[in-house]
Each structure stands twice: as structure tokens, then as C-alpha cells.
């Protein structure tokens, strides 16, 4: 990985930054940057300008949100973030898609989002693929995993499927060798999950097999929060490579 790196990332919702991630790129001198969807003026609507040159972006990282990648009309920034991420993706830069990140790449590039028959919030086992080509990116045959959605994104046209669970199907994708997106939380700090845990407004909509108990959840060592961690580190340098 070249160093002075000039990272961008899209957060979303407060409290949601920059996950593990932050400090395996300082200590490569990346140059973080970042857009603060939810401290945007309510009554300005959002130019496409205001958004960072593309030029000037060696890697975009999306992170997560409660909000849905097709409610637009509350949301209204949703339009001009996925117009900037199509003009962002045409040129083949790399990209990586968290949760929501993940179903905003999707459906940038024309795969729904909808509803997953079950929701998932807590620590989930996620397996890989199997019979995946060697050039894809490499994951564990099943890794324990924080998972925190009630939608679910499309196969993008042209992507492989990497990753996968009985909840929900499509965990991971790659695009190229340029983008991943992932439908679980692999960024989680123990500070970012605490955070989680204290909007009780989204956790009263999650229910079912696949929810943890709460109790349990803040609970949580600081042992499992590092092989997601890990993945994430070995994402970054992987879309990074494929572009170099």
C-alpha cells in the first residue's frame, strides 16, 4: 500500500465513523477525509460539486446507516450520493461498501434492495463460497461475524458472490477486482458497537431468530471484534492492490 494515501469515506448516521479501519490507514500516512451525510442542512438541497473530486479520491470506504438505500424522499442526499458513486465506479476506482455502503454500491449500479425475510443484529457465522475463482478475494471458510440490517442488496450485474449465511444470502460481493461490498459489520470497535446499543428507537424494530439478546451483546469481548478487523485490513489492501 502506497503511503499518503487520500481515503474518502461517506458516514452517514452520527456516531457510525470510521471503525478499525482508522488506525490501520494512519499508519500507512493516508490522508482521511470524510462526508458527513446526517450534518447536512435540512433546507439546502445537496450539489453533486459539493462532493469530493473524484480525481482526488484513492479509495472510498461507505459506512453503514439506519436509513434505507430507496427512501430518497426522506433522504433526499440518497439521489446524489448514488449519482456520484456511479461517476466514481466508472472510472474503476476502488471502493468498499459496508452495510449500507454495501446496498448503496448495489443499487448505484441497478440491484434492488429490499427487505431480507429475516432481520439480523448480533454475532452471526458467515460462510464463504464455495468453488470461488483463486483471483477473488480471500476469505475464511466461516468466520464469526456483527451483523446489525433488515435489508438485503441484489447481486449487482457482473459481481461474484462471495460470502454467505442461512439468514440472508448475499453477505459479500466483488466487483472486479476493485470493489467489495459487505452486508455485515467487519469495521465493529467495541466503542463503535457501545454506540450502537444506545439508540434504543432502532434496536425496538429488530426481532426474531437472528436477533441477540441485548444483555449478551454488550457483553461482547474485545477477542471478537479482531478477525472481522482483520478481514476488513486485507479488503482494503486488496482493492487497493488491483488498482495500483
Known sequence: MKSHLKVHYFQHIAGEGFGSCYE?????????????????????????????????????????????????????WLKIEKRWLRRYLSHGKPAIGLCL????????LGAGVSRNPEQELGWTTVHRVANLPETCFSLPEQF?????HNETFELPKGAVHLAENEA?????????????????????????????????EELVQFSGKYVQNLFELK????????EGNQILNRAIEYVLAKTA
Not at 51 to 59: N, T
Not at 144 to 148: E, G
Not at 189 to 199: G, R
Request: aromatic share 10%.
Open 101 to 108: 455502503g454495501g446496498q448503496l454500491i448495489a443499487n448505484a
Open 24 to 76: 490501520f490507514l494512519k499508519q500507512h500516512q493516508a490522508h482521511i477525509t470524510a462526508t458527513e451525510f446526517f450534518a447536512l442542512p435540512v433546507d439546502r438541497p445537496l450539489e453533486i460539486e459539493a462532493l469530493p473530486a473524484v480525481e482526488e479520491v484513492d479509495l472510498l470506504i461507505i459506512m453503514g446507516g439506519t436509513m434505507s438505500v430507496n427512501d430518497e424522499a426522506n433522504f433526499p
Open 219 to 226: 457483553k461482547t469481548t474485545k477477542q471478537k471484534f479482531i
Open 144 to 148: 464469526n461475524i456483527l451483523q446489525w
Open 168 to 200: 440472508c444470502r448475499n453477505q459479500m460481493y466483488q466487483l472486479g477486482r476493485n470493489v467489495l461490498g459487505f452486508q455485515f459489520h467487519p469495521e465493529i470497535t467495541p466503542e463503535t458497537l457501545a454506540l450502537f446499543l444506545e439508540n434504543e
